[in-house]
């Protein structure tokens, strides 16, 4: 209402508001002033990176937006491959964005050190990341051992659609352990049918003989299990 520069003002003065910051970081983008939007979004990582880490890894995704703006191709690949190692979420396809600024020659040797770093996070949703890559590369060989490593039912098949047509067999064993391990831990008449269903997708990959000899393993393991005998009468 009092004009631009006193809206100018009044940002620069505020700029510990999250919202003032991306709005001064935006408009000195899109004025071509890369030094000031680069040292806005340093001293917000500088302030946050302690207290409000996810938000200092916005101010790194605004440092990446002006490194492609400048295209400058050794920052974009340190400021991509750090959001995306770090599984920042963002309207940005970082791995994208690596594939179009490494030199094709190298890529599959960089795509084993992201790999390796993201292993190295420790985190629950790693697999998910990695198997991520191993679809977008085609390295099914891979993510099937992925899914060896971290043998759960629901992440069988996430990836089933993937390897079925190349690795039936090894699915089918998969789902089979996968269900044993299920049912020791788990009982009642739902956790019963959710293993029947895993039981059905094996023989939907052609496991039928192994289906039944798993049906006849689990009558012996668990013969008091009324519910359990009722849905293995219906596979």
Not at 226 to 232: D, G, I, P, S
């Amino acid at each position: 209402m009092k004009g631009e520069a006193d809206a100018d003002k009044f940002i620069e003065q505020n700029l510990n508001n999250p919202e003032l910051r991306r709005k001064a970081i935006d408009k000195a983008l899109k004025a071509k002033n890369y030094e000031k939007a680069i040292s806005l979004a340093r001293d917000g990582i500088s302030m946050d990176i302690k207290s409000k880490p996810g938000l200092a890894l916005e101010w790194y995704d605004w440092l990446l937006r002006v490194a492609v703006a400048q295209k400058d191709t050794p920052r974009i690949i340190e400021y991509a491959r750090f959001l995306f190692v770090d599984g920042f979420r963002h309207d940005q396809d970082y791995y994208g964005i690596l594939k179009l600024h490494i030199e094709p020659a190298k890529w599959n040797n960089f795509v084993e050190g992201l790999i390796e770093d993201i292993k190295s996070k420790d985190r629950w949703s790693n697999i998910d990341v990695i198997g991520k890559i191993y679809i977008s590369e085609k390295w099914w060989q891979k993510l099937l051992q992925l899914i060896r490593e971290t043998p759960h039912l629901p992440y069988i098949q996430r990836y089933e659609q993937y390897l079925a047509a190349e690795y039936p067999g090894e699915l089918a064993e998969l789902y089979e352990q996968g269900v044993i391990d299920y049912l020791r831990k788990s009982m009642g008449r739902d956790h019963y049918k959710e293993a029947c269903r895993f039981m059905r997708r094996m023989i939907k990959l052609g496991a039928r003989d192994r289906v039944n000899s798993l049906v006849e393993k689990l009558r012996k393991e668990y013969p008091k299990r009324k519910a359990l005998m009722e849905e293995l009468d219906r596979i």
